[in-house]
């Protein structure tokens, strides 16, 4: 068996198993707390997100876009459906998909900063919260699906893929904060990743 195909059965198996499991009562799946038999790799995202390249960003009946917080609840729930959930995640949560240790960033600026709120990329601490009493992770831990839809098509260009070590170590988040935490990505940095999924700071291909 390739590599290729026994990445694909595993996502398959886990795919499944949470389509099984977010048809039950209860409360969304994707707010449950974290099952590590049912976390999908980084490599496994990229390849269940990559038909989102290219997707355009929501807009009123006006052809405006939506504000940052319903456009971001909107991609939330279309990387969600990617994993096989079938209602929405919480909004506000950190992070956006609990069930899988996600926070997902949707950026259609011009110029790229990225908001991490109150919590460091970088930062060791555990987050709390009753969700977390069982798998202690820490905010290092998470793992981000940062997607760029620039201006003027505002399509997403660019994936990236990475948990917060990654992300502070790849390109260096300050350790203080004004209201937030924050990101700046470089406009040349994007243009020449245009079209890419980058995984733990490479250029991603299966």
Known sequence: MTRASTIIKAIRAKRDRIHSLDLGDGDPLANAPADPSLLFTLEEIAILVKPLMGVDAPRDEGGRLLEVRPKGHWFEFEVAKKFGYHYPPGAGLFPDLRHQLLEVKHHTGKSVTIDFGHHHP????????????KVQARVCDIRYLIALAPPPSHKVSVIVLATGTEINSIFGVSPTKTIKYQLGISNQW???????????GQVFSL
């Open 190 to 200: 994007r243009e020449a990743y245009a079209g890419q999924i980058l995984v733990s």
């Open 122 to 133: 970088g930062s060791e601490e555990v987050i709390e919260g009753r969700w977390n009493e």
